[in-house]
Protein backbone atom coordinates (compact mmCIF):
# COMPACT_ATOMS: atom_id res chain seq x y z
CA UNK A 1 0.00 0.00 0.00
CA UNK A 2 2.86 2.24 0.68
CA UNK A 3 4.31 2.08 -2.76
CA UNK A 4 1.06 2.71 -4.52
CA UNK A 5 1.05 6.11 -2.02
CA UNK A 6 4.46 6.88 -3.19
CA UNK A 7 3.62 6.09 -6.69
CA UNK A 8 0.43 8.18 -6.43
CA UNK A 9 2.65 11.05 -5.38
CA UNK A 10 5.00 10.23 -8.05
CA UNK A 11 3.14 10.95 -10.82
CA UNK A 12 0.92 13.59 -9.46
CA UNK A 13 4.31 15.65 -9.21
CA UNK A 14 5.60 14.68 -12.75
CA UNK A 15 1.67 16.44 -13.34
CA UNK A 16 2.20 19.27 -11.80
CA UNK A 17 5.98 19.09 -13.56
CA UNK A 18 4.36 18.44 -17.06
CA UNK A 19 1.47 21.02 -16.80
CA UNK A 20 4.15 24.01 -15.45
CA UNK A 21 6.07 22.88 -18.58
CA UNK A 22 2.66 23.62 -20.99
CA UNK A 23 2.76 19.53 -21.65
CA UNK A 24 -1.09 19.17 -20.19
CA UNK A 25 -2.35 16.24 -22.14
CA UNK A 26 0.56 14.49 -20.20
CA UNK A 27 -0.17 16.29 -17.23
CA UNK A 28 -3.65 15.47 -17.15
CA UNK A 29 -2.80 11.59 -18.09
CA UNK A 30 -0.21 11.69 -14.44
CA UNK A 31 -2.67 12.81 -12.40
CA UNK A 32 -5.20 10.18 -13.84
CA UNK A 33 -2.68 7.26 -13.21
CA UNK A 34 -1.90 9.32 -9.65
CA UNK A 35 -5.66 8.37 -8.75
CA UNK A 36 -5.62 5.11 -10.19
CA UNK A 37 -2.72 4.12 -7.50
CA UNK A 38 -4.27 6.81 -5.28
CA UNK A 39 -7.99 7.10 -5.37
CA UNK A 40 -7.79 9.06 -2.14
CA UNK A 41 -4.70 11.73 -3.34
CA UNK A 42 -7.29 14.90 -3.23
CA UNK A 43 -4.51 16.99 -4.96
CA UNK A 44 -5.00 14.54 -8.02
CA UNK A 45 -8.78 15.42 -8.05
CA UNK A 46 -8.38 19.02 -7.60
CA UNK A 47 -5.69 19.39 -10.55
CA UNK A 48 -8.24 17.54 -12.83
CA UNK A 49 -11.07 19.27 -11.78
CA UNK A 50 -9.43 22.97 -12.46
CA UNK A 51 -8.58 21.54 -16.14
CA UNK A 52 -12.21 20.16 -16.75
CA UNK A 53 -13.59 23.18 -15.54
CA UNK A 54 -10.97 25.64 -17.61
CA UNK A 55 -11.74 23.49 -20.47
CA UNK A 56 -15.67 23.94 -19.65
CA UNK A 57 -16.11 19.91 -19.23
CA UNK A 58 -18.69 20.46 -17.09
CA UNK A 59 -19.85 16.91 -15.85
CA UNK A 60 -16.83 15.92 -15.75
CA UNK A 61 -15.44 18.86 -13.13
CA UNK A 62 -18.20 17.71 -11.04
CA UNK A 63 -17.47 14.96 -10.60
CA UNK A 64 -13.63 15.47 -9.58
CA UNK A 65 -15.22 18.32 -7.17
CA UNK A 66 -17.24 15.65 -5.73
CA UNK A 67 -14.33 13.84 -4.91
CA UNK A 68 -12.41 16.50 -3.64
CA UNK A 69 -15.18 17.57 -1.39
CA UNK A 70 -16.12 14.00 -0.21
CA UNK A 71 -12.20 13.61 0.86
CA UNK A 72 -12.10 16.67 2.60
CA UNK A 73 -14.84 19.89 1.99
CA UNK A 74 -13.00 23.00 2.27
CA UNK A 75 -13.96 26.53 1.03
CA UNK A 76 -12.28 26.04 -2.31
CA UNK A 77 -13.67 22.51 -2.89
CA UNK A 78 -17.30 23.55 -1.90
CA UNK A 79 -17.52 26.66 -3.83
CA UNK A 80 -16.25 25.58 -7.01
CA UNK A 81 -18.48 22.65 -6.71
CA UNK A 82 -21.45 24.59 -5.93
CA UNK A 83 -20.44 26.79 -8.98
CA UNK A 84 -20.55 23.69 -11.30
CA UNK A 85 -23.47 22.61 -9.99
CA UNK A 86 -25.17 25.61 -10.73
CA UNK A 87 -23.40 25.71 -14.38
CA UNK A 88 -25.81 22.45 -14.92
CA UNK A 89 -28.58 23.76 -13.72
CA UNK A 90 -28.19 21.32 -10.85
CA UNK A 91 -29.83 23.75 -8.37
CA UNK A 92 -31.21 21.16 -5.47
CA UNK A 93 -27.67 20.02 -4.91
CA UNK A 94 -25.84 23.33 -5.58
CA UNK A 95 -27.92 24.82 -2.73
CA UNK A 96 -26.95 21.47 -0.34
CA UNK A 97 -23.38 22.41 -0.81
CA UNK A 98 -23.76 26.20 -0.72
CA UNK A 99 -25.77 25.28 2.59
CA UNK A 100 -22.30 23.11 3.89
CA UNK A 101 -20.53 26.45 3.11
CA UNK A 102 -22.68 28.81 5.43
CA UNK A 103 -22.15 26.30 8.25
CA UNK A 104 -18.07 26.53 7.80
CA UNK A 105 -17.67 30.33 6.94
CA UNK A 106 -20.91 32.40 8.04
CA UNK A 107 -21.75 35.64 5.89
CA UNK A 108 -19.55 34.81 2.70
CA UNK A 109 -20.09 37.23 -0.13
CA UNK A 110 -19.57 34.71 -2.65
CA UNK A 111 -21.85 31.92 -0.96
CA UNK A 112 -24.83 34.24 -0.25
CA UNK A 113 -25.04 35.41 -3.80
CA UNK A 114 -25.03 32.04 -5.25
CA UNK A 115 -27.89 31.24 -2.59
CA UNK A 116 -29.65 34.17 -3.82
CA UNK A 117 -28.66 32.96 -7.55
CA UNK A 118 -30.07 29.57 -7.03
CA UNK A 119 -33.43 31.21 -5.66
CA UNK A 120 -33.69 33.61 -8.66
CA UNK A 121 -32.84 30.82 -11.18
CA UNK A 122 -35.84 28.69 -9.71
CA UNK A 123 -38.23 31.70 -9.82
CA UNK A 124 -38.20 32.38 -6.56
CA UNK A 125 -37.50 36.27 -6.47
CA UNK A 126 -38.92 37.48 -3.33
CA UNK A 127 -37.03 35.08 -1.52
CA UNK A 128 -33.80 36.00 -3.58
CA UNK A 129 -34.88 39.99 -2.70
CA UNK A 130 -35.63 39.49 0.63
CA UNK A 131 -32.03 37.94 1.17
CA UNK A 132 -29.95 39.77 -0.61
CA UNK A 133 -31.42 43.29 1.10
CA UNK A 134 -31.00 41.42 4.47
CA UNK A 135 -27.30 41.56 3.72
CA UNK A 136 -26.68 44.55 1.50
CA UNK A 137 -25.56 46.80 4.18
CA UNK A 138 -22.78 44.40 4.54
CA UNK A 139 -21.61 44.40 1.43
CA UNK A 140 -23.03 47.73 -0.47
CA UNK A 141 -20.05 47.60 -2.43
CA UNK A 142 -20.30 44.83 -4.10
CA UNK A 143 -21.85 45.59 -7.75
CA UNK A 144 -22.62 41.88 -8.36
CA UNK A 145 -25.23 42.06 -5.30
CA UNK A 146 -26.92 45.60 -6.98
CA UNK A 147 -26.88 43.93 -10.27
CA UNK A 148 -28.76 40.77 -8.93
CA UNK A 149 -31.02 42.64 -6.74
CA UNK A 150 -32.25 45.14 -9.75
CA UNK A 151 -32.69 41.78 -11.56
CA UNK A 152 -35.11 40.30 -9.59
CA UNK A 153 -36.66 43.27 -9.40
CA UNK A 154 -37.58 43.41 -12.50
CA UNK A 155 -39.20 40.13 -12.29
CA UNK A 156 -41.44 41.36 -9.18
CA UNK A 157 -42.17 44.06 -11.52
CA UNK A 158 -40.40 46.83 -9.22
CA UNK A 159 -39.11 49.17 -12.04
CA UNK A 160 -38.03 52.17 -10.69
CA UNK A 161 -36.19 50.14 -7.32
CA UNK A 162 -34.60 48.25 -10.10
CA UNK A 163 -33.09 51.02 -12.05
CA UNK A 164 -32.06 52.37 -8.73
CA UNK A 165 -29.98 49.40 -8.26
CA UNK A 166 -28.49 49.34 -12.05
CA UNK A 167 -27.89 52.70 -11.00
CA UNK A 168 -25.86 51.54 -8.24
CA UNK A 169 -23.85 49.06 -9.51
CA UNK A 170 -22.31 51.16 -12.11
CA UNK A 171 -21.05 53.37 -9.79
CA UNK A 172 -18.97 50.47 -8.52
CA UNK A 173 -17.53 49.18 -11.71
CA UNK A 174 -14.95 50.17 -14.18
CA UNK A 175 -15.69 47.97 -16.80
CA UNK A 176 -17.10 48.96 -19.83
CA UNK A 177 -18.55 45.48 -20.47
CA UNK A 178 -19.75 45.47 -17.64
CA UNK A 179 -21.41 49.09 -18.03
CA UNK A 180 -22.85 48.07 -20.78
CA UNK A 181 -24.40 45.01 -19.68
CA UNK A 182 -26.25 47.05 -16.72
CA UNK A 183 -27.33 49.50 -18.88
CA UNK A 184 -29.00 47.13 -20.95
CA UNK A 185 -30.71 46.16 -17.84
CA UNK A 186 -31.62 49.50 -17.00
CA UNK A 187 -33.32 49.31 -20.50
CA UNK A 188 -34.95 46.45 -19.89
CA UNK A 189 -36.03 47.67 -16.84
CA UNK A 190 -37.59 51.21 -18.79
CA UNK A 191 -39.09 49.33 -21.23
CA UNK A 192 -41.51 47.36 -18.81
CA UNK A 193 -42.31 50.25 -17.17
CA UNK A 194 -44.06 51.53 -20.58
CA UNK A 195 -46.47 48.83 -20.49
CA UNK A 196 -49.89 48.30 -17.84
CA UNK A 197 -49.63 44.68 -18.94
CA UNK A 198 -47.19 42.75 -21.28
CA UNK A 199 -50.09 40.68 -23.33
CA UNK A 200 -48.54 38.74 -26.33
CA UNK A 201 -45.31 37.91 -27.92
CA UNK A 202 -44.35 41.17 -29.62
CA UNK A 203 -44.77 42.97 -26.20
CA UNK A 204 -42.27 40.43 -24.74
CA UNK A 205 -39.83 40.22 -26.71
CA UNK A 206 -39.62 44.13 -26.90
CA UNK A 207 -39.59 44.39 -23.35
CA UNK A 208 -37.07 41.51 -22.28
CA UNK A 209 -34.43 42.20 -25.52
CA UNK A 210 -35.75 45.31 -26.99
CA UNK A 211 -36.51 43.27 -30.40
CA UNK A 212 -38.86 43.95 -33.27
CA UNK A 213 -41.56 41.20 -33.65
CA UNK A 214 -43.37 41.58 -37.20
CA UNK A 215 -45.86 38.69 -37.56
CA UNK A 216 -47.21 37.51 -40.76
CA UNK A 217 -50.42 37.37 -42.05
CA UNK A 218 -51.70 35.21 -39.85
CA UNK A 219 -52.04 38.06 -37.12
CA UNK A 220 -52.62 42.06 -37.32
CA UNK A 221 -48.87 43.23 -36.60
CA UNK A 222 -49.83 44.02 -33.04
CA UNK A 223 -51.31 40.54 -31.44
CA UNK A 224 -48.65 38.23 -32.14
CA UNK A 225 -48.64 34.56 -30.59
CA UNK A 226 -46.71 32.50 -30.71
CA UNK A 227 -46.87 28.91 -32.55
CA UNK A 228 -45.95 25.53 -31.97
CA UNK A 229 -45.41 24.80 -35.73
CA UNK A 230 -45.82 26.30 -38.62
CA UNK A 231 -45.86 26.23 -42.42
CA UNK A 232 -44.15 29.47 -44.30
CA UNK A 233 -45.96 30.43 -47.33
CA UNK A 234 -44.92 33.04 -49.69
CA UNK A 235 -47.70 34.92 -49.04
CA UNK A 236 -47.17 34.49 -45.06
CA UNK A 237 -43.31 35.83 -45.85
CA UNK A 238 -44.37 38.52 -48.25
CA UNK A 239 -46.71 40.25 -45.18
CA UNK A 240 -43.69 39.87 -42.48
CA UNK A 241 -41.47 41.60 -45.45
CA UNK A 242 -43.50 44.11 -45.80
CA UNK A 243 -44.02 44.84 -42.42
CA UNK A 244 -40.20 45.20 -41.98
CA UNK A 245 -40.04 47.52 -44.93
CA UNK A 246 -42.52 49.76 -43.36
CA UNK A 247 -40.96 50.15 -40.23
CA UNK A 248 -37.69 51.23 -42.25
CA UNK A 249 -39.75 53.41 -43.71
CA UNK A 250 -40.73 55.11 -40.57
CA UNK A 251 -36.79 55.46 -40.25
CA UNK A 252 -37.38 52.20 -36.92
CA UNK A 253 -34.69 51.12 -38.49
CA UNK A 254 -31.69 50.98 -41.36
CA UNK A 255 -29.42 49.62 -43.30
CA UNK A 256 -27.02 50.15 -45.99
CA UNK A 257 -27.07 46.73 -47.75
CA UNK A 258 -28.32 43.50 -47.28
CA UNK A 259 -26.26 39.96 -47.26
CA UNK A 260 -27.78 36.11 -46.86
CA UNK A 261 -26.17 34.40 -43.51
CA UNK A 262 -26.83 30.80 -46.04
CA UNK A 263 -27.65 29.76 -49.19
CA UNK A 264 -31.71 29.16 -47.63
CA UNK A 265 -31.70 32.36 -46.42
CA UNK A 266 -30.91 34.17 -49.38
CA UNK A 267 -34.57 34.40 -50.92
CA UNK A 268 -35.29 36.07 -48.28
CA UNK A 269 -32.39 38.71 -48.45
CA UNK A 270 -32.56 39.44 -51.94
CA UNK A 271 -36.64 39.74 -51.53
CA UNK A 272 -35.74 42.21 -48.48
CA UNK A 273 -32.85 44.02 -50.78
CA UNK A 274 -35.82 44.97 -53.29
CA UNK A 275 -38.41 46.53 -51.14
CA UNK A 276 -35.55 48.25 -49.19
CA UNK A 277 -34.00 49.77 -52.10
CA UNK A 278 -30.89 48.48 -50.76
CA UNK A 279 -28.07 46.33 -52.90
CA UNK A 280 -28.12 42.82 -51.97
CA UNK A 281 -24.21 41.52 -51.31
CA UNK A 282 -22.41 38.17 -51.35
CA UNK A 283 -19.80 39.40 -49.50
CA UNK A 284 -19.03 42.90 -47.33
CA UNK A 285 -16.33 45.21 -49.39
CA UNK A 286 -17.36 48.08 -47.46
CA UNK A 287 -17.19 47.78 -43.57
CA UNK A 288 -18.59 51.19 -42.77
CA UNK A 289 -21.64 50.65 -44.11
CA UNK A 290 -24.65 48.83 -42.15
CA UNK A 291 -24.92 45.24 -42.82
CA UNK A 292 -28.05 43.67 -42.38
CA UNK A 293 -27.87 39.77 -42.13
CA UNK A 294 -30.42 38.01 -43.11
CA UNK A 295 -31.44 34.21 -41.45
CA UNK A 296 -34.11 31.50 -41.68
CA UNK A 297 -34.29 30.56 -38.32
CA UNK A 298 -32.64 31.50 -35.81
CA UNK A 299 -32.33 29.09 -32.32
CA UNK A 300 -29.04 29.85 -30.29
CA UNK A 301 -26.89 33.03 -29.15
CA UNK A 302 -24.24 31.48 -30.18
CA UNK A 303 -25.38 32.05 -33.99
CA UNK A 304 -24.89 36.00 -33.44
CA UNK A 305 -21.05 35.47 -31.98
CA UNK A 306 -20.45 34.08 -34.92
CA UNK A 307 -21.48 36.30 -37.08
CA UNK A 308 -19.68 39.59 -34.83
CA UNK A 309 -16.92 37.54 -35.35
CA UNK A 310 -17.32 37.39 -39.09
CA UNK A 311 -18.38 41.26 -39.67
CA UNK A 312 -16.14 43.93 -38.73
CA UNK A 313 -18.37 46.37 -39.01
CA UNK A 314 -22.37 47.92 -37.75
CA UNK A 315 -24.78 45.49 -38.72
CA UNK A 316 -28.41 44.34 -37.65
CA UNK A 317 -29.66 40.89 -37.92
CA UNK A 318 -33.22 39.28 -39.32
CA UNK A 319 -34.93 36.33 -38.22
CA UNK A 320 -37.77 35.11 -40.17
CA UNK A 321 -38.73 32.42 -37.50
CA UNK A 322 -37.40 32.41 -33.61
CA UNK A 323 -37.29 28.65 -31.79
CA UNK A 324 -37.21 29.89 -28.47
CA UNK A 325 -38.20 32.06 -25.78
CA UNK A 326 -37.12 35.39 -24.74
CA UNK A 327 -36.16 34.36 -21.36
CA UNK A 328 -33.99 31.37 -22.68
CA UNK A 329 -31.48 33.40 -24.52
CA UNK A 330 -28.89 35.60 -23.73
CA UNK A 331 -28.59 37.70 -27.21
CA UNK A 332 -31.05 37.71 -30.15
CA UNK A 333 -31.35 39.32 -33.69
CA UNK A 334 -33.10 42.84 -34.02
CA UNK A 335 -35.99 41.76 -35.94
CA UNK A 336 -37.97 38.30 -36.50
CA UNK A 337 -40.86 37.32 -38.03
CA UNK A 338 -42.58 34.61 -35.56
CA UNK A 339 -41.90 33.05 -32.53
CA UNK A 340 -41.93 29.64 -33.72
CA UNK A 341 -40.94 26.11 -32.10
CA UNK A 342 -40.73 24.39 -35.03
CA UNK A 343 -40.94 26.44 -38.79
CA UNK A 344 -40.75 24.99 -42.05
CA UNK A 345 -39.93 27.21 -45.68
CA UNK A 346 -41.77 26.50 -48.54
CA UNK A 347 -38.23 26.06 -50.61
CA UNK A 348 -36.05 23.19 -50.09
CA UNK A 349 -32.39 23.48 -49.57
CA UNK A 350 -31.40 22.40 -53.13
CA UNK A 351 -29.56 25.48 -55.24
CA UNK A 352 -32.14 24.84 -57.79
CA UNK A 353 -35.08 25.18 -55.61
CA UNK A 354 -33.88 28.19 -53.46
CA UNK A 355 -33.56 30.24 -57.25
CA UNK A 356 -36.89 29.10 -58.25
CA UNK A 357 -38.26 29.94 -54.50
CA UNK A 358 -36.69 33.96 -55.22
CA UNK A 359 -38.83 34.24 -57.69
CA UNK A 360 -42.22 33.50 -56.27
CA UNK A 361 -41.54 35.46 -52.94
CA UNK A 362 -41.27 38.42 -55.24
CA UNK A 363 -44.40 37.33 -57.04
CA UNK A 364 -46.28 37.09 -53.90
CA UNK A 365 -44.63 40.73 -52.90
CA UNK A 366 -46.02 42.20 -55.82
CA UNK A 367 -49.49 40.98 -55.07
CA UNK A 368 -49.45 41.83 -51.15
CA UNK A 369 -51.36 44.62 -50.84
CA UNK A 370 -50.78 47.09 -47.95
CA UNK A 371 -52.33 46.52 -44.86
CA UNK A 372 -55.14 49.02 -43.26
CA UNK A 373 -53.14 49.38 -40.11
CA UNK A 374 -50.26 50.02 -41.50
CA UNK A 375 -49.07 53.21 -39.81
CA UNK A 376 -50.61 51.82 -36.52
CA UNK A 377 -47.79 49.18 -36.69
CA UNK A 378 -44.92 51.97 -37.22
CA UNK A 379 -46.61 54.06 -34.54
CA UNK A 380 -46.38 51.23 -32.07
CA UNK A 381 -42.34 51.77 -32.06
CA UNK A 382 -42.12 55.52 -33.44
CA UNK A 383 -44.40 56.87 -30.68
CA UNK A 384 -44.76 54.27 -27.80
CA UNK A 385 -42.42 52.07 -27.57
CA UNK A 386 -38.96 53.35 -28.63
CA UNK A 387 -36.04 51.94 -26.89
CA UNK A 388 -35.32 49.19 -29.23
CA UNK A 389 -32.08 47.46 -29.08
CA UNK A 390 -30.06 47.32 -31.96
CA UNK A 391 -26.78 45.66 -33.28
CA UNK A 392 -25.49 48.40 -34.66
Known amino acids: MADKFRQAELHYRRGLSLEHAGRIAEAVEEYRQALQENPQLRA ?3 A ?13 AADAWHAVVAIEPDYEGLTNYSTVLIELKQYHEARRILRLCVDLFPLDTFVTYELAYIDFAEGLY ?6 LLDVRPIYNDEWEFHELIGRCQIKLQLYDAALASFGRAILLVEDDEQIEQLQDLGSVARRHQEFAMVSNEKDAWYATHGLICLGSNIDDGLNIKPQAAFAWSFEAIATT ?9 GHIWRCDQVLALDSQSKPLAQALAK ?9 ISDPEKNTLVVMAE ?3 SAMLEAIAEQIDGPHCIFALSMSSTPELLDDVPDLIGLPIQKPSLPWPS ?7 ASKELL ?17 YYREHHRLISLND
Open 44 to 46: AHV
Open 48 to 60: LAKYYLRNGLMAK
Open 126 to 131: QQALDQ
Open 241 to 249: LQRAAALAE
Open 275 to 283: LLQRPYIQK
Open 298 to 300: FNQ
Open 350 to 356: QAAAVAN
Open 363 to 379: AALAQTQPEPNREQQVE
